[in-house]
C-alpha cells in the first residue's frame, strides 16, 4: 500500500507522524482539499511525465497547469503524461496517490 511506502519513507526523517489518513477520498486536489477544508492551491499534486524513456515527477500547487512551451524549454520534448498503468509500473503509486518519492 502507497501510504505504507509514505510512512516507512518519513520514519527516516522522524516524521512519519506527520501523515494524515481520511475517512473520505482524497485522491484529487478537490477532495483533499475538502478533507482539509482548504483552498485547492494549498494541496501539493505530483504529475508525472515520460521523458526520453524515464518517467519524470513535477510537484506543483493544485490549481497549477503545466506551460506546454516552458515543459518543452526546460525538457526538450512535447508533455507526455505517464498512463495510469504506466504511473503503477514506473512510480509504484497509482494516480490519485502518486508520490514524489519511493
Not at 482539499?33 to 482548504?38: M, Q
Not at 524515464?54 to 512551451?69: C, F, R
Not at 524549454?73 to 490519485?96: R, S, Y
Request: glycine residues 8%; aromatic residues 8%; contains cysteine.
Amino acid at each position: 500500500m502507497a501510504i505504507e511506502k509514505v510512512k516507512e519513507y518519513f520514519d527516516r526523517f522522524g516524521i512519519a507522524g506527520r501523515v494524515r489518513e481520511f475517512d473520505v477520498s482524497s485522491a484529487t486536489v478537490e477532495l483533499a482539499a475538502k478533507a482539509l477544508d482548504c483552498e485547492p492551491c494549498r494541496i501539493a499534486k505530483t504529475l508525472s511525465f515520460m521523458v526520453e524513456g524515464a518517467p519524470v515527477l513535477i510537484v506543483a500547487a493544485g490549481d497549477a497547469k503545466i506551460d506546454n512551451p516552458k515543459y518543452k524549454a526546460q525538457f526538450g520534448t512535447k508533455a507526455k503524461m505517464l498512463t495510469p498503468d504506466e504511473a503503477v509500473e514506473l512510480i509504484g503509486h497509482a494516480v490519485g496517490g502518486v508520490c514524489p518519492f519511493r
